[in-house]
């Protein structure tokens, strides 16, 4: 690539990017690269009024007379950005080369980073460590980082994200933001992220294409390793083929959890299922009035629907849909904002946030404690009876009880109906919260 046509592309990628990080990050991003508050300046004598929190009780022992801690506001941070430029990145099959896209989002992390005076460094790997540029200040740093991502060709090709942590683990001694921009195509690097994720803030961003999820049905092709080089011939027009590959995908780096459907199915079919259970028949006919006298008009057809089973719905539904409410509000705002930020940077809409990141993780903490109110709904089910429906406290409790006498038995029967209940809803629950649980591999 000639200068010119270098410095043009850079050119257009500071436009786009200064852009996107204008529009995404006012007003709420400046926070994210802050340090936890204040750091240690000094020690001076004790004046009234200061705070005896703040005595250094060492200090103070040794010159017999009261000395405080000193503090100063820590006012700015370093934003690390660790970049995979391995062959893996010269893939692409919709608008952009992966590269690119890495490219795109290095630009908008660096520019939100020095509006608010933050140092920005980055680390390129692949399977070694490329080039370490430090941490610096400054418009001209930023298009330096970003013309080295664009004009950088590793003389290796393979992906060793491992070793590129273990160095920044021993480059960064300060406390920092990383981001970290890979497909995570990769050996084994659970150890040394966990490593570097109790002394920094780790961000990873997946640059993923679309066929790298689902084969397309193209007939016989070649596919070529971007690292290794090696060239395999693969039928993609077997269905066999295609799913064992979806399913590894799947294995490696999780799915999407289809939020939509699950919310349907509470909504509809649960209510669906106990119309069924409760041995209720639905028919539909079209309402038509119908005169019975010259002054009396009435409708006839429709769906019936039992006051009291109107009555219970409803209450029972204004009762626990409160509890579950602040269960799904406390599940989205526990969702850390910079997950938010970072999906907003790679161009998502607010409702493909919520849909492919907020909600996927918040799950994780709604389903615990929803399951405890799904239990509870069903033990306050049994309310019905001071209602006069036909529960199975009243059927046991009630019917059963005045025409049999044997009221040991009935009241045995009814508890182990209740405990099947709730043990049924208990383990459909568990089985769900460990299927969408995040595990270690």
Known sequence: MSTSALLKKVRKIEIKTRGLSNHI???????????????????REYQAGDDVRSIDWNVTARYNSPYIKVFEEEREMTVMLLVDVSGSGNFGTNKQFKREVATEIAAILAFSAIKNNDKVGVIFFSNIIEEF???????SHILRIIRQIISFKPPQEKTDISQAIEYFNNVMKKRCICFILSDFISPEFEKPLKIAAKKHDI?????NDERENKLPNVGIIPLKDAED?????VDTSSKEIREIYAKKQRDDFGKQIPTLYISLGILFGLPFLTFLLGGVTLS???????????TIYVYQGGVTIIPELISLALALSMYTATFIAENVRAGILGVNKGQKEAAASIGLTKGQILKLVVMPQALRIIIPPTTNQYLNLTKNSSLAAAIAYPDIVL?????????TGRAIEIISIT?????????SISVFMNWYNKKIAIKEK
């Open 229 to 233: 080089k090696s060239i395999t011939f």
């Open 25 to 43: 990050f006012a007003g709420e991003y400046h926070t994210a690269f802050k340090g936890k508050g204040m750091a240690f300046s000094e020690v």
């Open 284 to 294: 539909f006919k079209i309402p038509e009035l119908t005169q019975l006298s010259k």
């Open 203 to 207: 961000v990873a961003l997946r640059l």
């Open 133 to 139: 540029i430090p941490p610096k200040k400054g418009k």
């Open 415 to 423: 508890m182990l109906t209740y405990l099947s209940l709730s043990l």
């Open 395 to 403: 059927v046991f409790a009630g019917t059963a009880l005045m025409q």
